[in-house]
């Protein structure tokens, strides 16, 4: 069993850069694949990155793509996903997934995941 707790959510204005972490405990996080998703309301989650356990692949939802970094530091169980030049339709829920696999296993789809965070909120004002 794994837990995810993420953190590092907030109000920032557009432009502005938020770092989120995901902290795992409960097993060695370092087999696991981990997803950040996001879910603004009234819409469905949303995929935005994600990274195998390696650290060597990454792949993320077009609109973050040159924006959003995704990293992980296995020694302390976090993944980080860094968001620079927020934007207002970046405001959601933010949660990390993570799930077992093989080193190039990572997945954008959220059905594929087995654990979740409680999620973090994200507010990008205009």
């Known amino acids: 069993q794994v837990q995810l707790v993420e953190s590092g959510g907030g109000l920032v204005q557009a432009g502005g850069s938020l770092r989120l972490s995901c902290t795992a405990s409960?097993?060695?996080?370092?087999?696991?694949?981990v997803g950040w998703f996001r879910q603004a309301p009234g819409k469905e989650r949303e995929f935005v990155a994600t990274i195998n356990w390696v650290g060597t692949i990454t792949y993320y939802l077009d609109s973050v793509k040159g924006r959003f970094t995704i990293s992980r530091d296995n020694a302390k169980n976090t993944v980080y996903l860094q968001m620079n030049s927020l934007q207002p339709e970046d405001t959601a829920v933010y949660y990390c997934?993570?799930?077992?696999?093989?080193?190039?296993?990572?997945?954008?789809?959220?059905?594929?995941?087995?654990?979740w965070g409680q999620g973090t909120q994200v507010t990008v004002s205009s």
């Open positions: 409960g097993r060695t996080f370092s087999s696991y694949a």
């Open positions: 997934a993570a799930r077992e696999g093989s080193p190039k296993y990572s997945s954008s789809n959220y059905r594929a995941y087995d654990y």
